[in-house]
């Protein structure tokens, strides 16, 4: 069984930053393509930036250009998700995702974490 793990969400400033991390227990990290998606309530899911397998390529929504930077270690079967000069409307909570060999364009994700709450006060 997969489990994907966020942690780093929490209360911030605007203007402030905060890393998220997801933790995975996938075989063969290095195999999929891992991204954050992010709902906010009464709203649809959202998504917000993802990172090839090997980390060479990258992809973000146009909210997320600029402010927010995604990565990840494979030895530590992680990835992250750098977000500054945040606003409030990146109150949410963000999810994170992995797709085994999938386009880092691509919307459809195979396993989902539980999420982790971003709040952010103006």
């Known amino acids: 069984q997969v489990h994907l793990v966020e942690s780093g969400g929490g209360l911030a400033q605007a203007g402030e930053s905060l890393r998220l991390s997801c933790k995975s227990s996938l075989r063969s990290n290095d195999f999929y393509t891992m991204a954050w998606f992010r709902q906010a309530p009464g709203k649809e899911r959202e998504f917000v930036a993802a990172i090839s397998g090997s980390g060479g390529n990258t992809y973000y929504a146009d909210s997320a250009k600029g402010r927010f930077t995604i990565s990840r270690d494979n030895v530590k079967n992680t990835a992250y998700l750098d977000m500054s000069s945040l606003k409030p409307e990146d109150t949410a909570a963000y999810l994170c995702?992995?797709?085994?060999?999938?386009?880092?364009?691509?919307?459809?994700?195979?396993?989902w974490g539980q999420g982790t709450q971003v709040t952010v006060s103006s």
């Open positions: 995702a992995a797709q085994k060999l999938g386009a880092v364009t691509s919307t459809t994700y195979g396993y």
